[in-house]
């Protein structure tokens, strides 16, 4: 991407920084319920219960993504992506501040848990209109031959927030008792978004409107309900963008929240190893994130690269149960391998979803299909493992990741996305 005039670059930065920000404050969410929540919002109950529950406010801003997408999806369709990632940003932002403030359940009974879902939701909310404004910013700005690396930029976002809020979970690990981080430390990370919200609103605020949504608005006025156009016209698009997007959450969310908890309370790894495992097995996905992109850019379509991934997931899964036993050499050799095959089912989502709708309905098509997909691939994806792995051991979440996998693969396998715009169409 150094060849990118400076005003492509500043957009690459502002797609990259905002996302970053955004996965920042779910990160650290995700993190903490692994680590804390269900101890300190819930009940004391039967092993396990407490992490359940934990893992049960962490699925609630999956459902909250799709309605995100819906309300910000309309707004960027009709009047512009720079306002509406603005908007989308800020929601997250506050509601990620806010948790830092939160009573507990010994404080404040049932209260708190109630509370946590609400900003859950807030979360969930705001990164619904995040990620498909932020692929648009970056794709609808990218030269001939560069859809794929520039879509990457908000792609490579997400391991960008997942180090910046481990890693701050790590060291507080560090420098706090496990006393003190229980009872107070987590809530620093949280706090510490404000101040990275400011950060990515002064970013985006100096943006301008992307060329493509220019020329549509040039072409015809805006969708009055473009979900309404969108799914009158675009139902296939929609449907095949969706399942096309299933696996990188499943590989996700099985190789860090459930894992990260997993690790943990069952397999005896301190928080601070497990954590630091983590961060170097991240790195392996923003590797494979950006090897997708220039795959798909200068060797194949985005569709075959992420065909390729999905088969790549499909082993992975195999693997859980030998890997997982224990040691902490097997245990980074599977997070290793899940996150880069993760890299490959994820980098080149940024350019191959919004390739699936034409301008004046993109944003909302591709918030839908990304966050619907969420819904089903991750937001129960570490409550599942959970279960599956406490009644039937972890070769049952191999299989359940490696399933997740095979569907994603057979709708890239059946339908392809339209070099003129118009709508996706099943391959013969």
Same mark, same amino acid.
């Given at each position: 991407?150094?060849?990118?005039?400076?005003?492509?670059?500043?957009?690459?930065?502002?797609?990259?920084?905002?996302?970053?920000?955004?996965?920042?404050?779910?990160?650290?969410?995700?993190?903490?319920? /692994? @680590?804390? +929540? $269900?101890?300190? %919002?819930?009940?004391? *109950?039967?092993? #396990?219960?407490?992490? &359940?529950? =934990?893992?049960?406010?962490?699925?609630?801003?999956?459902?909250?993504?799709?309605?995100?997408?819906?309300?910000?999806?309309?707004?960027?369709?009709?009047?512009?992506?720079?306002?509406?990632?603005?908007?989308?940003?800020?929601?997250?932002?506050?509601?990620?501040?806010?948790?830092?403030?939160?009573?507990?359940?010994?404080?404040?009974?049932?209260?708190?848990?109630?509370?946590?879902? /609400? @900003?859950? +939701? $807030?979360?969930? %909310?705001?990164?619904? *209109?995040?990620? #498909?404004?932020?692929? &648009?910013? =970056?794709?609808?700005?990218?030269?001939?031959?560069?859809?794929?690396?520039?879509?990457?930029?908000?792609?490579?976002?997400?391991?960008?927030?997942?180090?910046?809020?481990?890693?701050?979970?790590?060291?507080?690990?560090?420098?706090?008792?496990?006393?003190?981080?229980?009872?107070?430390?987590?809530?620093?990370?949280?706090?510490?978004?404000?101040?990275?919200?400011?950060?990515?609103?002064?970013?985006?605020?100096?943006?301008?409107?992307?060329?493509?949504?220019?020329?549509?608005?040039?072409?015809?006025?805006?969708?009055?309900?473009?979900?309404?156009?969108?799914?009158?016209?675009?139902?296939?698009?929609?449907?095949?963008?969706?399942?096309?997007?299933?696996?990188?959450?499943?590989?996700?969310?099985?190789?860090?929240?459930?894992?990260?908890?997993?690790?943990?309370?069952?397999?005896?790894?301190?928080?601070?190893?497990?954590?630091?495992?983590?961060?170097?097995?991240?790195?392996?996905?923003?590797?494979?994130?950006?090897?997708?992109?220039?795959?798909?850019?200068?060797?194949?379509?985005?569709?075959?690269?992420?065909?390729?991934?999905?088969?790549?997931?499909?082993?992975?899964?195999?693997?859980?149960?030998?890997?997982?036993?224990?040691?902490?050499?097997?245990?980074?050799?599977?997070?290793?391998?899940?996150?880069?095959?993760?890299?490959?089912?994820?980098?080149?989502?940024?350019?191959?979803?919004?390739?699936?709708?034409?301008?004046?309905?993109?944003?909302?098509?591709?918030?839908?299909?990304?966050?619907?997909?969420?819904?089903?691939?991750?937001?129960?994806?570490?409550?599942?493992?959970?279960?599956?792995?406490?009644?039937?051991?972890?070769?049952?979440?191999?299989?359940?990741?490696?399933?997740?996998?095979?569907?994603?693969?057979?709708?890239?396998?059946?339908?392809?996305?339209?070099?003129?715009?118009?709508?996706?169409?099943?391959?013969?």
């Amino acid at each position: 991407m150094t060849t990118a005039a400076p005003s492509h670059r500043r957009v690459l930065l502002a797609s990259f920084v905002g996302t970053t920000i955004e996965f920042y404050d779910f990160y650290v969410y995700a993190t903490a319920a /692994a @680590l804390v +929540f $269900g101890e300190i %919002f819930f009940p004391k *109950g039967a092993p #396990g219960t407490q992490q &359940l529950a =934990a893992f049960a406010t962490l699925a609630v801003a999956f459902f909250a993504r799709p309605v995100g997408s819906l309300v910000f999806g309309h707004f960027g369709d009709r009047i512009g992506r720079k306002s509406t990632l603005v908007a989308s940003l800020l929601t997250m932002g506050v509601s990620t501040t806010l948790v830092a403030l939160l009573p507990t359940y010994a404080d404040a009974g049932w209260i708190a848990p109630v509370a946590l879902c /609400a @900003l859950r +939701f $807030g979360q969930g %909310f705001g990164l619904g *209109g995040e990620w #498909g404004g932020a692929a &648009l910013l =970056a794709v609808e700005h990218a030269p001939p031959g560069w859809r794929a690396r520039y879509g990457s930029a908000p792609q490579l976002g997400a391991p960008a927030g997942f180090i910046a809020a481990n890693g701050l979970f790590l060291l507080l690990g560090l420098w706090l008792s496990p006393a003190e981080f229980r009872d107070w430390g987590w809530r620093i990370p949280f706090a510490i978004s404000a101040v990275l919200v400011l950060l990515g609103l002064w970013i985006r605020l100096k943006l301008t409107e992307t060329p493509a949504f220019a020329a549509a608005l040039a072409e015809a006025p805006p969708p009055a309900v473009p979900i309404a156009e969108l799914l009158g016209r675009h139902g296939l698009a929609t449907l095949a963008g969706t399942t096309g997007a299933i696996a990188c959450f499943a590989a996700y969310y099985v190789g860090t929240a459930f894992l990260l908890g997993y690790g943990t309370k069952t397999l005896g790894f301190a928080m601070q190893q497990f954590l630091l495992m983590q961060l170097g097995a991240i790195l392996f996905m923003a590797i494979g994130i950006y090897a997708a992109a220039w795959l798909a850019d200068r060797r194949w379509d985005e569709r075959r690269v992420l065909a390729g991934g999905c088969v790549a997931t499909i082993l992975v899964g195999f693997t859980i149960a030998p890997l997982m036993n224990g040691s902490a050499a097997g245990a980074f050799t599977f997070l290793s391998l899940t996150l880069l095959a993760m890299g490959f089912v994820y980098g080149p989502l940024g350019a191959w979803l919004p390739s699936l709708f034409p301008a004046r309905v993109r944003y909302t098509g591709a918030s839908i299909a990304f966050n619907v997909a969420g819904v089903i691939g991750g937001g129960l994806t570490p409550l599942i493992a959970q279960g599956l792995a406490m009644e039937r051991g972890l070769a049952a979440v191999g299989w359940y990741l490696s399933a997740a996998a095979a569907i994603s693969l057979v709708a890239l396998l059946l339908v392809r996305s339209r070099s003129d715009g118009g709508a996706a169409e099943l391959l013969p």
